[in-house]
């Protein structure tokens, strides 16, 4: 079956605009989480959405940052007023809703995020 | 601060060579243990995992993990590397303690398998 997508590809911004990414998950798959990926760094979490709960925003480096989740499917991620800093790949995951914690988390191919 | 160590940034070995990655995590409790693997241009995908039963875990393409609770570790191994092995492992851990919610990933161990 399909796997987790991600749109766009790529995107390049100035510093100060406002980008959104988005990530459709696995059908099925309940839970949902962004991370991110720096240049030289290892995987960073930033928000994980289940369900209709409210989502564990703990990761998110600022308020810059957003995340929603509409009918408990299509996930978009908001970046305002971006930073240089905030270049890196995007990476959203789904799995089966948590049972003890170990589902599988399946990974889209990312967006590739440059801020000019 | 939880967090999970991959001691080698960068490996190199010649094919049939034997692999061993570590992974060490700063965890108490009740974890959940995973080996992520990164082609390169392909997503990152799940090469094996633990969560209970036995601590020798084995996952896709001959690799096999072992968790050794008494040292936090959960080193991933592989008996005779192949070209086609070169790729971006990644060590990640979840845990009790922060509600299963999240992965936190290693900082990586890029594999380079000469031919």
Sequence with gaps: ?116 | AQSVSQHNHHVILSEAASLELGCNYSYGGTVNLFWYVQYPGQHLQLLLKYFSGDPLVKGIKGFEAEFIKSKFSFNLRKPSVQWSDTAEYFCAVNSKNTGFQKLVFGTGTRLLVSP
């Design chain 1, 1 to 116: 079956g399909a796997g987790v997508s991600q749109s766009p590809s790529n995107k390049v911004t100035e510093k100060g605009k406002d980008v959104e990414l988005r990530c459709d998950p696995i059908s099925g798959h309940t839970a949902l989480y962004w991370y991110r990926q720096s240049l030289g760094q290892g995987l960073e979490f930033l928000i994980y959405f289940q369900g209709n709960s409210a989502p564990d925003k703990s990761g998110l480096p600022s308020d810059r940052f957003s995340a929603e989740r509409t009918g408990g499917s299509v996930s978009t991620l908001t970046i305002q007023r971006t930073q240089q800093e905030d270049s890196a790949v995007y990476l959203c995951a789904s799995s089966r809703s948590l049972a003890g914690g170990g589902e599988t988390q399946y990974f889209g191919p990312g967006t590739r995020l440059l801020v000019l």
